[in-house]
């Protein structure tokens, strides 16, 4: 696995599976992994009892934010929010580097197996993680090499669930929510052509439809205009593709800068620079708040995996960093995380918007 890549991450139980993938199961298993898959899209909006209001939470907030810009407010986002599902049947991502190809080659399953608990960065799937309050999705795409139906599909290293799976699912969960909002980041693309391009552009439309925003100036977009127009989806896509689909919003609108460190304190240095030095006025930004091993780190903990080896133990200085921030136009906007239930990290980024009901629009 290529340890240095921005994707990187895990959890060491995986207690949800494709759709397609859930069918072959054993009944047992099925009733095993449903409870386990129920506790854990609890678990993210538990705190404080608040799960029917974290469903709902932008249809829920003060009649003065809604009119405010989105990329002034305090919005909960997963990073690689796909990786719940890490299938060790696939063949090795087509951008993992040589060496991890020939790991693969020679320790083949058992290779898979601990590789997927570096790779897997959540446990919830799309349906928890939104029921949960997430809002902003970090999605990475590929093609699979000698797939004999041309398939599009969610790629951490492994290969994940069908992109069309998560999108149905995304798209079932908005039309029960009417008012609420999701941002969906198109960030990587492997092994993919125009054509595959072209498909996964026809996908979004058919899935999405009318819920799907035009591109506009960024700071034109308030919830109130959202509800006005009836959109729901902001597409962003970090691809030239972009320039041509209306409804693709440029990467460039969406910068993620990235610390790319296994240290809490280098890590909360870097976002605080990042968010006074790079934010530029008429963009969404994303505040990453993951860690990023070292070969070295992964080879200590190769049995355990990202979540036991670095996020839990490194998770009350990120949260502290989070519960000092203040949304606005000079503050954080979008913030990603690693396994989003942990702690209450949900509900302290949804909290920080109560500072722009008491600063007004320009709080920071």
Sequence with gaps: MSVSAPSSGCGSTQSVTSPSEEKKQHPHQNGHRRVRQEKSGAMASSQGKNELRFADWMASLPESI?????????????????????????????EQPETVQNFVSVFGTVAKKLMRKWLATQTMNFSHQLEAGIRFFD?????????????????????????????????????????????????????????????????LQDIFGNKLCPA??????SLKYLWEKEYQV?????????????????????????????????????????ITERRKKGTFFVS????????????????????????????????QWVRTQKPGESGINIITADFVELGDFISAVIMLNRLLEEGGENAT
């Design 66 to 94: 809604q009119s405010m810009p989105l990329t002034n407010l305090a919005i909960p986002g997963s990073h690689d929010s796909f990786s719940f599902y890490i299938d060790e049947a696939s063949p090795v991502g087509p």
């Design 139 to 203: 999605l990475r795409i590929s093609t699979k090499p000698r797939d004999p139906d041309n398939e599009l599909y969610f790629a951490h290293g492994l290969f994940s669930a069908k992109v069309n799976e998560g999108l149905e699912q995304i798209n079932t969960f908005l039309t029960s929510h009417s008012r609420e909002v999701v941002f969906l980041d198109f960030n990587h693309f492997y092994g993919m052509q125009n054509s595959h391009h072209e498909k996964l552009v026809h996908m």
């Design 216 to 221: 506009i100036f960024a700071q034109e977009v």
């Design 234 to 274: 902001l597409v962003f896509y970090h691809n030239p593709a972009a320039l041509e689909v209306p409804f693709l919003w440029p990467g460039q609108m969406m910068p993620s800068p990235w610390a790319n460190t296994t240290d809490t304190d280098k890590l909360i240095q870097f976002l605080q620079s990042a």
């Design 288 to 319: 990453q708040v993951v860690l990023t091993p070292k070969a070295s780190t992964v080879m200590k903990g190769v049995a355990s995996g990202l979540r036991e080896t670095i996020t839990e133990r490194a998770l009350p200085g990120m949260m």
